[in-house]
Each structure stands twice: as structure tokens, then as C-alpha cells.
């Protein structure tokens, strides 16, 4: 099920793990998007969130830092799970050190 769709980006609905698939591009014109989905997922249920970000071939730092915010706002019994992740995610993260933020695991 495709939660949402835009120019060179989508973000998909996976039911198990509970997550969301992310694929495309993530920058200042579709950000909005990211921010919609993450924000429908804090809410949405208990269980921990895994981001599937192998298809994200670009993410601004201003995306990622989303997707870092959204950890942080989870309880401390939930975590956000990052994989798998391209190398260009990995790139973002190793750039910015947000590897170890608060809520987010992960998966190199």
C-alpha cells in the first residue's frame, strides 16, 4: 500500500515489520512528505518503526534530521529502526554523526 506518493519520491506502508519503505529522493520540495508519514507513524501504533531507506538515493540534511526528530519524540520502550539504508543515507549520517541519536538504531 503506498501511504504517499510525489515527485521523485515514495513512501510505502509495510505492515510487518510495522514500517515505512522510502524510496526516491527526499529534499526541500518533497520533505513535507517524509514529515507526514513519520508523523502518521509515531501515532499510529506501539511497536517499533523500521524505515526501509535502500531505495533513498538522496536525503537532505534537513530530511534527515526528520526522521532523527521523530526518534527522539518516541516513548523509551519503542525504537527507530533504520534498515536497510543506501549509501547515500549512510553518507548523511556519518556526516552529521546522528548515528547514536537518541531513539534510533541503526542497521549498518
Do not use: K, Y
Not at 529522493?25 to 523500521?50: K, T
Not at 534527515?64 to 543506501?86: C, G, K, Q
Amino acid at each position: 500500500m503506498t501511504f504517499e506518493t510525489a515527485d521523485r519520491a515514495r513512501v510505502t506502508l509495510v505492515a510487518h515489520p510495522f514500517g515505512l519503505r522510502i524510496t526516491g529522493e527526499i529534499d526541500r520540495g518533497n520533505r513535507h512528505l517524509l514529515a507526514g508519514a513519520l508523523g502518521w507513524a509515531l501515532l499510529a501504533g506501539s511497536h517499533d518503526i523500521r524505515l526501509d531507506l535502500s531505495g533513498l538515493t538522496f536525503i537532505d540534511v534537513a530530511g534527515l534530521r526528520l526522521v532523527i526528530v521523530a526518534a527522539a519524540r518516541l516513548p523509551a520502550d519503542r525504537e527507530l529502526i533504520l534498515d536497510p539504508i543506501s549509501p547515500a543515507v549512510r553518507r548523511v549520517l556519518a556526516l552529521t554523526g546522528w548515528e547514536q541519536a537518541p531513539g534510533l538504531r541503526v542497521c549498518l
